[in-house]
Nanobody, 129 residues
Framework: RLVESGGDSVQAGGTLVLSCAAS????????MAWVRQAPGKEREAVTA???????ESIVSVKGRFTVSRDNDENILFLHMNNLRPEDTATYYC?????????????????????????WGSGTLVTVTS
C-alpha cells in the first residue's frame, strides 16, 4: 500500500516535498516512481528510483526535482524546487517488483506507467504564476 502526502498550492519558484509512505514491501527492495497527471493530459512518469539506488528523471525536472528514500521509515520522497506552473498536476507514487526502473535506465525513456503494479491515490500540487 502506498500513501502520498505533501501536495499543496505554491507560487512559481517555490518548494514542496512530497512523501510516499509504503507498507508491505521495503522501499529499498523495489522500483518506485513518481508519476504525475495534469488536468486533461496523460500520466507522465517524472522520476524513479530502483532498488539499487539508480535514479532516472525526465529532462524537464532535472536539476529541480530530487527523489530520495528513508529505508528506516520506509518512505519515498520527492523534493521539488523552483516549481513552475507546468508542474501543476496530481502526483502519484507507484511501485513494482518488476524491471520497470531497469527498462527506463536501459532504454533512456520511461516505460508506460500502466505497467507499474501498485499505486497511491495521489496528492495535488498546484503552482501559481
Amino acid at each position: 500500500r502506498l500513501v502520498e502526502s505533501g501536495g499543496d498550492s505554491v507560487q512559481a519558484g517555490g518548494t514542496l516535498v512530497l512523501s510516499c509512505a509504503a507498507s508491505g514491501q521495503p522501499v529499498s527492495n523495489i522500483c518506485m516512481a513518481w508519476v504525475r497527471q495534469a488536468p486533461g493530459k496523460e500520466r507522465e512518469a517524472v522520476t524513479a528510483m530502483d532498488s539499487d539506488g539508480t535514479i532516472e528523471s525526465i529532462v524537464s525536472v532535472k536539476g529541480r526535482f530530487t527523489v530520495s528514500r528513508d529505508n528506516d521509515e520506509n518512505i519515498l520522497f520527492l523534493h521539488m524546487n523552483n516549481l513552475r506552473p507546468e508542474d501543476t498536476a496530481t502526483y502519484y507514487c507507484a511501485a513494482t517488483l518488476g524491471s520497470w526502473c531497469s527498462k527506463w535506465h536501459l532504454w533512456g525513456q520511461a516505460p508506460g506507467s500502466a505497467t507499474l503494479d501498485t499505486w497511491g491515490s495521489g496528492t495535488l500540487v498546484t503552482v501559481t504564476s
